[in-house]
């Protein structure tokens, strides 16, 4: 019983953690991105360093996702993300926690 109770501890604090680079892989986010290498767009730890204290962050990131931004870091625009709004919340979550 008490085994059972870690196990699902574990998975607990683990999953969430995990979902989201799956979640970016999927919406296919790494062809441009990388956690910690510039690629076509900043890398997302670049992008959590930039924001970080920011209360708006969030927000200011999901945005971005679903409409798209350009200007911000380079020449080379981001066209808006097909994910739905929930999944680009996540998403940016995720990127202000690297
Ligand atoms: C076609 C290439 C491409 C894809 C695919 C892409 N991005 Fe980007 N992304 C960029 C570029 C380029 C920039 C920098 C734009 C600029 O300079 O304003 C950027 C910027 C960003 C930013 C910074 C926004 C800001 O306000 O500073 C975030 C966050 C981001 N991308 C997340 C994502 C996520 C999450 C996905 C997947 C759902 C994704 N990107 C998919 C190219 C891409």
């Given at each position: 019983m008490k085994k059972l109770f870690i196990l699902c501890m574990l998975a607990l604090t683990t999953l969430p953690a995990q979902a989201s680079p799956e979640l970016a892989a999927k919406s296919k986010c790494m062809t441009c991105h990388q956690v910690d290498r510039k690629v076509l767009g900043p890398s997302f730890k670049e992008i959590a360093a930039r924001f970080k204290?920011?209360?708006?962050a969030q927000t200011t990131l999901a945005a971005g996702i679903s409409k798209g931004v350009k200007g911000k870091w380079g020449k080379i625009p981001m066209p808006p993300q097909k994910v739905s709004a929930a999944d680009a919340q996540a998403l940016a979550k995720w990127i202000l926690t690297l």
């Open positions: 204290g920011q209360k708006t």
